[in-house]
Nanobody, 115 residues
Framework: QVQLVESGGGLVQPGGSLRLSCAAS????????MNWHRQAPGKERELVAT???????NYVDSVKGRFTISRDNANNTVYLQMNSLQPEETAVYYC?????????WGQGTQVTVSS
C-alpha cells in the first residue's frame, strides 16, 4: 500500500531554514509527480510545490525564490528546502501523491516559525 512519511519539521526563528523529507513506498515513485501542501490553523490546505516525474517544478507565488522542491528517485524521497521562513508559514506540511485517481497523504510534519 502507498505510504508517505514526512520528517524534518520543528521550531525555527523567522528568517530561518528547514528541510522537510518525505519517504515514499508502495508505488513506483519515479513515475509520479509529488506535491507538498500545507495547512495553517484555521485555514484551508494549500498547494505549496510540485515536482513532476521529469523533475519540472512549480511553486505557489508566495514561496518562489525561497522554497525548493527536489526528489531522489533512488531513495524514493521528496524534499522541500524552505528558506527565509516567516511566522505566517507556521503550518502542518504534508507530502502527497495522486495515483490512479486517489490522492494519498502523509501524516504531516509541524513547522512552527516563531521567535
Amino acid at each position: 500500500q502507498v505510504q508517505l512519511v514526512e520528517s524534518g519539521g520543528g521550531l525555527v526563528q523567522p528568517g530561518g531554514s528547514l528541510r522537510l523529507s518525505c519517504a515514499a513506498s508502495g508505488f513506483i515513485f519515479r513515475l509520479y509527480s509529488m506535491n507538498w501542501h500545507r495547512q495553517a490553523p484555521g485555514k484551508e490546505r494549500e498547494l505549496v510545490a510540485t515536482i513532476t516525474s521529469a523533475g519540472d517544478t512549480n511553486y505557489v507565488d508566495s514561496v518562489k525564490g525561497r522554497f525548493t522542491i527536489s526528489r531522489d528517485n533512488a531513495n524514493n524521497t521528496v524534499y522541500l528546502q524552505m528558506n527565509s521562513l516567516q511566522p505566517e508559514e507556521t503550518a502542518v506540511y504534508y507530502c502527497n501523491v495522486l495515483r490512479r485517481g486517489t490522492r494519498y497523504w502523509g501524516q504531516g510534519t509541524q513547522v512552527t516559525v516563531s521567535s
